[in-house]
């Protein structure tokens, strides 16, 4: 059984950064790609970043861009995002996933972290 734990969550004002980490427990995978997504309350969950590991291609949305940063290691089944200058808009609930099975989907999701912007 796989298992992503993210961790890095919490509350911060505006312009402050944070840095989550997902992290796999039990056994280990490998996967094509890892992301981190979000989900705002009345909101839709959204691709916020994400990495595949072959050619180490980043994507980030547009709202992140300039501000987020994803990186990690493969072999470790570990990703974390960077975010600076974060902003009211960014709060929500952040989750990590990996896609173990296909690149064009993510198979494995973690319990979600939440962050908190304070204006």
């Known amino acids: 059984q796989v298992q992503l734990v993210e961790s890095g969550g919490g509350l911060v004002q505006a312009g402050g950064s944070l840095r989550l980490s997902c992290a796999a427990a039990?056994?280990?995978?490998?996967?094509?790609?890892m992301g981190w997504f979000r989900q705002a309350p009345g909101k839709e969950r959204e691709l916020v970043a994400r990495?595949?590991?072959?050619?180490?291609?980043?994507y980030y949305a547009d709202s992140v861009k300039g501000r987020f940063t994803i990186s990690g290691d493969n072999a470790k089944n570990m990703v974390d995002l960077e975010m600076n200058s974060l902003k009211p808009e960014d709060t929500a609930v952040y989750y990590c996933?990996?896609?173990?099975?296909?690149?064009?989907?993510?198979?494995?999701w973690g319990q979600g972290t939440q962050v908190n912007v304070s204006s």
């Open positions: 039990g056994r280990t995978f490998s996967s094509y790609k």
């Open positions: 990495i595949i590991w072959s050619g180490r291609a980043t």
């Open positions: 996933a990996a896609a173990t099975l296909s690149i064009r989907s993510y198979d494995y």
